[in-house]
Protein backbone atom coordinates (compact mmCIF):
# COMPACT_ATOMS: atom_id res chain seq x y z
CA UNK A 1 0.00 0.00 0.00
CA UNK A 2 1.29 3.29 -0.70
CA UNK A 3 1.92 6.39 2.10
CA UNK A 4 4.12 7.66 4.20
CA UNK A 5 6.32 6.21 7.00
CA UNK A 6 7.53 8.61 9.75
CA UNK A 7 10.27 7.22 12.51
CA UNK A 8 10.69 6.80 15.01
CA UNK A 9 7.23 7.64 16.39
CA UNK A 10 8.79 8.54 19.70
CA UNK A 11 12.07 10.61 20.10
CA UNK A 12 13.96 12.36 23.27
CA UNK A 13 16.11 14.95 22.96
CA UNK A 14 18.87 15.79 25.43
CA UNK A 15 19.91 19.74 25.51
CA UNK A 16 22.18 20.63 22.74
CA UNK A 17 21.47 17.74 20.59
CA UNK A 18 20.40 18.26 17.24
CA UNK A 19 18.00 14.99 16.09
CA UNK A 20 16.48 13.98 12.92
CA UNK A 21 13.43 13.00 11.88
CA UNK A 22 12.86 10.50 8.84
CA UNK A 23 9.96 10.54 6.61
CA UNK A 24 9.92 8.94 3.31
CA UNK A 25 6.85 7.91 1.25
CA UNK A 26 6.04 5.88 -2.09
CA UNK A 27 2.59 8.28 -3.49
CA UNK A 28 5.34 9.26 -6.12
CA UNK A 29 4.46 12.95 -4.98
CA UNK A 30 6.51 15.91 -5.81
CA UNK A 31 6.01 17.72 -3.17
CA UNK A 32 6.27 17.49 0.68
CA UNK A 33 6.11 19.55 3.88
CA UNK A 34 6.66 19.10 7.49
CA UNK A 35 4.21 20.61 10.20
CA UNK A 36 4.56 20.68 13.86
CA UNK A 37 1.58 20.33 15.90
CA UNK A 38 0.99 21.79 19.49
CA UNK A 39 -2.37 21.57 21.76
CA UNK A 40 -4.72 24.15 21.00
CA UNK A 41 -2.69 25.68 17.58
CA UNK A 42 -3.19 23.55 14.43
CA UNK A 43 -0.34 22.48 12.81
CA UNK A 44 2.44 25.27 11.46
CA UNK A 45 4.23 24.70 8.16
CA UNK A 46 7.90 24.45 8.74
CA UNK A 47 9.70 23.74 5.72
CA UNK A 48 8.46 22.55 2.20
CA UNK A 49 9.66 20.93 -1.36
CA UNK A 50 8.16 21.34 -4.41
CA UNK A 51 10.76 19.42 -6.49
CA UNK A 52 14.21 17.52 -5.66
CA UNK A 53 16.93 19.67 -4.67
CA UNK A 54 14.55 22.21 -3.61
CA UNK A 55 12.88 23.54 -0.40
CA UNK A 56 11.31 26.93 1.14
CA UNK A 57 10.99 28.00 4.71
CA UNK A 58 7.49 27.90 6.10
CA UNK A 59 6.15 30.04 8.71
CA UNK A 60 7.99 28.81 11.90
CA UNK A 61 11.64 27.72 9.95
CA UNK A 62 14.18 28.53 12.67
CA UNK A 63 16.32 25.86 14.52
CA UNK A 64 15.11 23.45 11.74
CA UNK A 65 16.64 22.61 8.77
CA UNK A 66 15.78 20.03 5.59
CA UNK A 67 17.21 18.44 2.66
CA UNK A 68 15.68 16.84 -0.27
CA UNK A 69 17.95 14.42 -2.14
CA UNK A 70 15.76 12.06 -3.14
CA UNK A 71 12.31 12.26 -4.31
CA UNK A 72 10.91 10.08 -1.71
CA UNK A 73 13.11 11.30 1.42
CA UNK A 74 12.56 14.52 2.91
CA UNK A 75 14.47 14.13 6.71
CA UNK A 76 13.84 16.85 9.39
CA UNK A 77 16.50 17.91 11.87
CA UNK A 78 15.76 19.56 14.69
CA UNK A 79 18.75 21.55 15.70
CA UNK A 80 19.93 22.82 19.34
CA UNK A 81 18.76 26.62 18.07
CA UNK A 82 15.25 25.32 18.25
CA UNK A 83 14.62 26.71 22.00
CA UNK A 84 10.75 24.39 22.58
CA UNK A 85 11.51 21.22 20.34
CA UNK A 86 8.90 19.72 22.37
CA UNK A 87 5.86 19.01 19.86
CA UNK A 88 4.15 16.26 17.86
CA UNK A 89 5.75 16.33 13.88
CA UNK A 90 3.99 15.71 10.90
CA UNK A 91 5.28 15.02 7.21
CA UNK A 92 3.01 15.22 4.22
CA UNK A 93 3.29 14.81 0.67
CA UNK A 94 0.77 15.70 -2.30
CA UNK A 95 0.92 15.42 -6.00
CA UNK A 96 1.07 18.47 -8.37
CA UNK A 97 -1.66 20.87 -8.38
CA UNK A 98 -3.95 21.33 -11.76
CA UNK A 99 -5.55 24.25 -13.52
CA UNK A 100 -8.78 23.35 -11.30
CA UNK A 101 -7.56 23.38 -7.31
CA UNK A 102 -5.09 21.91 -4.89
CA UNK A 103 -3.99 18.45 -4.33
CA UNK A 104 -4.86 17.41 -0.77
CA UNK A 105 -1.77 16.39 1.69
CA UNK A 106 -1.66 13.36 2.72
CA UNK A 107 0.15 13.16 6.20
CA UNK A 108 2.32 10.58 7.84
CA UNK A 109 1.26 8.90 11.54
CA UNK A 110 3.97 11.48 13.01
CA UNK A 111 6.92 11.24 15.65
CA UNK A 112 6.29 12.37 19.24
CA UNK A 113 9.35 14.89 19.62
CA UNK A 114 10.53 15.37 23.39
CA UNK A 115 13.07 16.86 25.78
CA UNK A 116 14.84 14.84 28.44
CA UNK B 1 -4.07 36.56 2.29
CA UNK B 2 -6.41 33.45 3.69
CA UNK B 3 -7.65 32.50 6.75
CA UNK B 4 -9.54 29.88 8.76
CA UNK B 5 -12.05 29.82 11.88
CA UNK B 6 -13.43 26.97 13.22
CA UNK B 7 -16.33 27.97 15.77
CA UNK B 8 -16.11 25.72 18.33
CA UNK B 9 -13.06 24.24 20.06
CA UNK B 10 -15.10 21.19 21.61
CA UNK B 11 -18.57 19.92 20.25
CA UNK B 12 -20.23 16.81 22.44
CA UNK B 13 -23.06 14.83 20.97
CA UNK B 14 -24.88 11.63 22.03
CA UNK B 15 -24.55 9.00 19.86
CA UNK B 16 -27.00 9.03 17.18
CA UNK B 17 -27.61 12.22 16.92
CA UNK B 18 -26.00 14.49 14.26
CA UNK B 19 -23.00 16.19 13.99
CA UNK B 20 -22.36 19.87 12.64
CA UNK B 21 -19.24 21.26 12.90
CA UNK B 22 -18.61 24.96 11.66
CA UNK B 23 -16.00 26.46 10.02
CA UNK B 24 -15.86 29.84 7.81
CA UNK B 25 -12.57 30.69 5.78
CA UNK B 26 -11.54 33.96 4.19
CA UNK B 27 -9.50 33.67 0.88
CA UNK B 28 -8.38 36.32 -1.83
CA UNK B 29 -9.00 34.01 -4.38
CA UNK B 30 -10.97 30.67 -5.26
CA UNK B 31 -9.86 28.24 -2.44
CA UNK B 32 -9.71 24.85 -1.59
CA UNK B 33 -11.46 23.52 0.91
CA UNK B 34 -10.74 20.17 2.87
CA UNK B 35 -11.75 18.63 5.86
CA UNK B 36 -9.61 15.93 7.83
CA UNK B 37 -9.76 14.25 10.64
CA UNK B 38 -6.95 13.38 13.67
CA UNK B 39 -7.55 10.61 15.45
CA UNK B 40 -5.30 10.56 19.11
CA UNK B 41 -1.55 10.12 18.01
CA UNK B 42 -1.88 9.50 14.44
CA UNK B 43 -1.27 11.80 10.97
CA UNK B 44 -4.29 12.97 9.65
CA UNK B 45 -6.76 11.53 7.45
CA UNK B 46 -8.23 13.82 4.72
CA UNK B 47 -12.72 13.19 5.51
CA UNK B 48 -13.58 15.48 2.10
CA UNK B 49 -12.83 17.93 -0.36
CA UNK B 50 -14.26 20.97 -2.06
CA UNK B 51 -12.66 22.26 -5.73
CA UNK B 52 -14.75 24.43 -7.21
CA UNK B 53 -17.30 21.63 -8.44
CA UNK B 54 -20.75 20.21 -6.08
CA UNK B 55 -21.17 22.44 -3.43
CA UNK B 56 -22.46 19.91 -1.92
CA UNK B 57 -19.56 17.38 -0.81
CA UNK B 58 -19.59 13.85 0.49
CA UNK B 59 -16.63 12.27 2.05
CA UNK B 60 -15.87 9.03 3.91
CA UNK B 61 -17.54 7.70 6.90
CA UNK B 62 -20.86 9.58 6.15
CA UNK B 63 -19.57 12.71 6.38
CA UNK B 64 -20.75 16.02 4.03
CA UNK B 65 -20.15 19.34 4.06
CA UNK B 66 -21.56 22.66 2.04
CA UNK B 67 -19.57 25.23 0.79
CA UNK B 68 -21.73 28.52 0.53
CA UNK B 69 -19.65 31.44 -1.12
CA UNK B 70 -21.92 34.37 0.48
CA UNK B 71 -21.55 32.98 3.68
CA UNK B 72 -17.87 32.03 3.27
CA UNK B 73 -18.71 28.72 5.38
CA UNK B 74 -18.02 25.24 4.76
CA UNK B 75 -19.23 23.44 7.95
CA UNK B 76 -19.11 19.55 8.22
CA UNK B 77 -22.00 17.67 8.79
CA UNK B 78 -23.23 13.96 9.76
CA UNK B 79 -26.59 12.98 10.17
CA UNK B 80 -26.03 10.55 13.22
CA UNK B 81 -22.66 10.18 15.30
CA UNK B 82 -20.95 7.17 15.76
CA UNK B 83 -18.66 6.17 19.02
CA UNK B 84 -15.96 5.95 16.40
CA UNK B 85 -16.37 9.63 15.08
CA UNK B 86 -14.59 10.92 18.56
CA UNK B 87 -11.39 12.76 17.18
CA UNK B 88 -10.20 15.71 16.28
CA UNK B 89 -11.49 17.75 13.23
CA UNK B 90 -9.58 20.28 11.09
CA UNK B 91 -10.91 22.74 8.83
CA UNK B 92 -8.21 23.60 5.99
CA UNK B 93 -8.10 26.16 3.20
CA UNK B 94 -6.08 26.68 0.25
CA UNK B 95 -5.59 28.96 -2.24
CA UNK B 96 -5.27 28.38 -6.11
CA UNK B 97 -3.42 31.91 -6.33
CA UNK B 98 0.54 31.80 -7.35
CA UNK B 99 2.52 29.84 -10.71
CA UNK B 100 3.62 27.57 -8.28
CA UNK B 101 2.64 23.81 -7.78
CA UNK B 102 2.22 24.26 -4.25
CA UNK B 103 -1.06 25.37 -2.79
CA UNK B 104 -0.29 26.74 0.89
CA UNK B 105 -2.92 25.09 3.58
CA UNK B 106 -4.00 26.95 6.48
CA UNK B 107 -5.57 25.18 9.23
CA UNK B 108 -8.25 25.83 11.52
CA UNK B 109 -7.37 25.22 15.38
CA UNK B 110 -9.31 22.61 15.51
CA UNK B 111 -12.55 20.95 16.90
CA UNK B 112 -12.48 18.02 19.48
CA UNK B 113 -15.66 15.99 18.87
CA UNK B 114 -16.90 13.98 21.83
CA UNK B 115 -19.59 11.11 21.46
CA UNK B 116 -21.43 9.86 24.20
CA UNK B 117 -23.28 5.85 24.39
Known amino acids: DGGITQSPKYLFRKEGQNVTLSCEQN?????MYWYRQDPGQGLRLIYY???????QKGDIAEGYSVSREKKESFPLTVTSAQKNPTAFYLCASSGRRNILSNQPQHFGDGTRLSIL | AQSVTQLDSHVSVSEGTPVLLRCNYSSSYSPSLFWYVQHPNKGLQLLLK??????LVKGINGFEAEFKKSETSFHLTKPSAHMSDAAEYFC???????????????FGQGTILTVHP
Open chain 2, 92 to 106: VVSDTAGGTSYGKLT
Open chain 1, 27 to 31: LNHDA
Open chain 1, 49 to 55: SQIVNDF
Open chain 2, 50 to 55: YTSAAT
